[in-house]
């Protein structure tokens, strides 16, 4: 007996990179920010989770420098954070971390950044993330619609 399989022809498709275009002229907001020793991990880099730590320290210097967010009137909550990993980052680094509005809906609204340390005088992007961010009513314990104040500002702020 004689056994025959017929196998699709699969194209052979080869790995790539993901698409990681970084664009800082983009980004009309920057920050410095001081490493701290308990920052890094058992490797001596920064530990990933510390990445997030990072961007919330941006985001909150962003909120109250540009968008001058009224913290006792209205509240925001992260419904979703994401970080794609470039480059490590080192005790001793210099960084800096960009931060933009990409996207203003009814109750939420998107924050990008880029983690970069300065090297040679030059910029090495470490890090792109995201959050979505929900404006929050403690007291109803529900999404709220973003003030017209902060939405004004942020629109003004970004030339969206």
Same mark, same amino acid.
């Given at each position: 007996m004689i056994f025959k399989t017929f196998w699709? @022809? @699969?194209?052979?498709t080869n790995d790539k990179k993901s698409d990681l275009e970084i664009k800082t002229d983009v980004f009309k907001y /920057?920050? #410095? =920010?001081?490493? /701290?020793?308990? #920052?890094l991990d058992m490797m001596g880099h920064v530990n990933n989770a510390v990445y997030f730590t990072y961007m919330e320290i941006a985001r909150t210097k962003y909120w109250q420098q540009a968008i001058q967010w009224d913290w006792k009137k209205t509240g925001v909550v992260i419904g979703k954070a994401e970080n794609t990993y470039v480059k490590p =980052?080192? =005790?001793?680094d210099k960084i800096s971390v960009y +931060?933009?509005?990409?996207r203003i809906g009814n109750t939420s609204f998107d924050l990008?950044?880029?983690? +970069?340390?300065i090297k040679n005088g030059e910029e090495v992007i470490?890090? @792109?993330g995201k959050t979505v961010c929900v404006v929050y009513d403690y007291d109803t314990k529900s999404p709220a619609v973003i003030p017209d104040k902060e939405r004004n500002k942020m629109i003004d702020f970004e030339q969206l």
């Open positions: 699709r @022809k @699969k194209e052979i /920057r920050t #410095d =920010l001081e490493m /701290r020793f308990t #920052d =980052l080192h =005790l001793g +931060v933009r509005t990409s990008e950044y880029v983690i +970069v340390k470490c890090s @792109k």
